[in-house]
């Protein structure tokens, strides 16, 4: 979420007029560099199957895996770049440069470097360093007090935007996936609760939205989303270690117990904040260190994370609840005045890493197996859930001269989110193979990508109705 507003975030009024006014000839290089950077990309992953193939041995030298990194990161963000020209997020760019990679570079340049990428455990510690960077980073954006400015509407929609969608994702892979295990249908239902409204705050700053009713509300509703999702994948992780084990099904009053544990965590995390924070940023300040603050946060976001497995939670749990612990108000804290706040220090490692993330889950994600009508017809059934899902918050808004619509609306996207769940979800172990097949890991991916371009282009339609119907009235 945090990721996709600092890399997309919009031009202030004054270089938007400057943009405007740009000469013709200049507009024509800009279109004519947007399919070079993707270009580039692509090249790039071409490169390491010669690398890896002359490498030899079934065990990569550290070498190898440094060249993989930088070709992988390179290519990340040629392709967020890409993206960014066509006013889209930076990770829809990512993600399909790893999808062009995984299945269009093997028939040309062969199996083995996709294959290493894949596989090789050190790159996804990497991307799993990136995805606790990023959810470290949505933590410390979070204003908690803004839930309680918005009323009681952003509780409600955000409650509504976990349960409608949770029930319509775990209903269509019950229908149309009746073989697979109990677990997968629950699994699939989780991802679809997830919400990302990075691309939903772009498109608010665009139009002078954000300090509407409705952005509030859509900002309050994302930060208890981010929470529940989390809460929920909880629960179903716990189910899944607990098949994988052989332990008999948790019963309701386990179920409770998982989600009284993360309610507890994430409770401790910010009750932990609330008088830990202001020490914890006065001791880096007096260390005198440029940064130090950094090497601080980043040691309690890894600790609460390995905390949080200890437990029987997910790692991007205690992640999250380090950000809220450091900076549980979203103000933006710094060890000093003149230096950078921990947000702003965290950016270069957001830069490298979190790219590294959804490259790889777009190289993971085989094409061919969402080209038969079964497969095609789970993933149109998935999107249609997502967005029916998230369109029934509309009936979340309580307040008078809110358009619901709107609101509804800007919790449609999954976005970067919505690949940690699937990610998640394709790493896990049951019985001996991954929770999530192939091709349900495939839908998923396309269920993200299709309610991350719809929402722009959706928000804006429907705020630009309100405009015209207020304008129409006065």
Not at 111 to 137: C, K, N, Q, S, Y
């Amino acid at each position: 979420m945090v990721r996709e507003i600092e890399d997309g975030e919009p031009a202030s009024p004054a270089a938007a007029s400057s943009l405007r006014v740009m000469d013709s000839g200049s507009r024509r290089r800009d279109r004519s560099r947007r399919p070079w950077g993707l270009g580039v990309g692509l090249l790039a992953l071409a490169i390491p199957a010669g690398a890896w193939a002359a490498g030899g041995g079934d065990r990569p030298q550290a070498g190898t895996v440094l060249f993989g990194l930088a070709v992988l990161v390179l290519a990340a963000k040629c392709g967020g770049l890409w993206a960014e020209r066509w006013r889209q997020p930076s990770v829809l760019g990512e993600l399909v440069v790893g999808i062009a990679a995984g299945n269009l570079l093997p028939p040309f340049f062969g199996e083995r470097g996709i294959a290493f990428v894949r596989g090789d455990p050190t790159l996804h510690v990497l991307a799993e360093i990136g995805v606790l960077v990023l959810l470290f980073d949505v933590g410390l954006e979070a204003d908690l007090r803004a839930l309680l400015r918005v009323g009681p509407s952003s509780g409600l929609v955000a409650a509504i935007g976990v349960i409608v969608p949770f029930a319509l994702g775990w209903g269509a892979a019950r229908w149309l996936l009746p073989d697979s295990p109990m677990a997968a249908q629950v699994f699939v239902g989780a991802t679809l609760t997830a919400t990302s409204v990075g691309i939903t705050v772009r498109v608010l700053k665009d139009l002078g939205a954000l300090q509407r009713q409705e952005g509030q509300i859509i900002l309050g509703a994302a930060i208890l989303d981010d929470i529940l999702g989390l809460v929920v994948l909880a629960v179903v992780t716990g189910l899944v270690t607990a098949a994988a084990t052989g332990a008999p099904a948790p019963s309701p009053l386990a179920i409770a117990g998982i989600v009284v544990k993360a309610v507890l965590f994430l409770g401790i995390s910010v009750g932990l904040g609330h008088r830990l924070s202001g020490p914890i940023v006065r001791l880096a300040g007096r260390t005198g260190q440029p940064g130090i603050l950094l090497v601080f946060g980043l040691v309690i976001c890894f600790v609460l994370a390995y905390v949080a497995e200890l437990v029987g939670l997910a790692g991007i749990i205690g992640a999250f609840a380090a950000g809220l612990l450091l900076d549980p108000y979203g103000e933006g804290v710094r060890a000093r005045e003149e230096e950078a706040t921990l947000s702003e220090l965290l950016h270069p490692l957001s830069t490298v890493f979190v790219p590294l993330f959804f490259v790889l889950i777009g190289i993971q994600v085989d094409v061919a197996s969402l080209l038969n009508r079964e497969s095609l017809a789970f993933g149109g059934v998935l999107v249609l859930a997502a967005v029916a899902g998230k369109l029934a918050c509309a009936v979340g808004v309580v307040g008078r001269g809110v358009d619901r619509w709107a609101v509804a609306v800007g919790m449609i996207p999954r976005g970067e989110v919505g690949l940690v769940f699937a990610g998640i979800g394709a790493a896990l172990i049951l019985d001996g193979r991954p929770l999530l097949t192939q091709a349900t890991f495939s839908a998923l991916v396309l269920m993200v990508v299709v309610t991350t371009l719809l929402t722009p282009a959706a928000l804006r339609w429907v705020l630009g109705r309100g405009s015209r119907s207020a304008d129409a009235a006065g």
